[in-house]
């Protein structure tokens, strides 16, 4: 499983809109400039956020951004499901018992199905507010 570049930069948005808390709308060029992302693409980021209801939006002047439940709220598997589509380490897990014709004979498969068990309880068990406590520790 390799996570990309999305799911990377919908966690930073995320934890960068906890620190802001829950009051203030921020402006998207204004997370753009603080995470040093480009604003073209965070845009794409944050309608797919805003779809799903991780974040409230306003548009126009005063607009922007904000998370609409408490960090605790948010676990890190939630939000890189949504950006990523799937956690699996193999293809042949993440599509569901058709995807292979040898499901049913592979010897390997059990394997990837924990892996992909441990994956998901792993991500299920951090949240936007963990990432905020480990980093106002470091």
Same mark, same amino acid.
């Given at each position: 499983?390799?996570? /990309? $570049? +999305?799911?990377?930069?919908?966690?930073?948005?995320?934890?960068?809109?906890?620190?802001? !808390?829950?009051? @203030?709308?921020?402006?998207?060029? @204004?997370?753009?400039?603080? @995470?040093?992302?480009?604003?073209?693409? =965070?845009?794409?980021?944050?309608?797919?956020?805003?779809?799903?209801?991780?974040?409230?939006?306003?548009?126009? +002047? !005063?607009? !922007?951004?904000?998370?609409?439940?408490?960090?605790? #709220?948010? $676990?890190? #598997?939630?939000?890189?499901? =949504?950006?990523? #589509?799937? =956690?699996?380490?193999?293809?042949?897990?993440?599509?569901?018992?058709?995807?292979? /014709?040898?499901?049913?004979?592979?010897? $390997?498969?059990?394997?990837? &199905?924990?892996? &992909?068990?441990?994956?998901?309880?792993?991500?299920?068990?951090? $949240?936007?507010? &963990?990432? =905020? +406590?480990?980093?106002?520790?470091?």
């Amino acid at each position: 499983m390799i996570v /990309s $570049t +999305k799911g990377r930069y919908a966690l930073r948005v995320m934890v960068c809109l906890a620190q802001r !808390g829950r009051e @203030e709308y921020v402006p998207l060029k @204004e997370i753009a400039e603080s @995470e040093n992302m480009s604003q073209k693409y =965070l845009e794409s980021i944050m309608t797919v956020l805003s779809k799903a209801g991780f974040v409230d939006a306003v548009h126009g +002047k !005063g607009g !922007g951004y904000r998370l609409n439940r408490s960090p605790e #709220g948010y $676990t890190i #598997g939630s939000i890189l499901k =949504l950006t990523e #589509g799937s =956690l699996a380490a193999v293809s042949c897990t993440s599509q569901g018992p058709a995807a292979c /014709s040898r499901t049913e004979c592979c010897h $390997t498969k059990p394997m990837w &199905d924990r892996l &992909d068990r441990m994956i998901d309880e792993f991500f299920e068990g951090i $949240t936007v507010a &963990d990432l =905020l +406590k480990e980093n106002a520790q470091a």
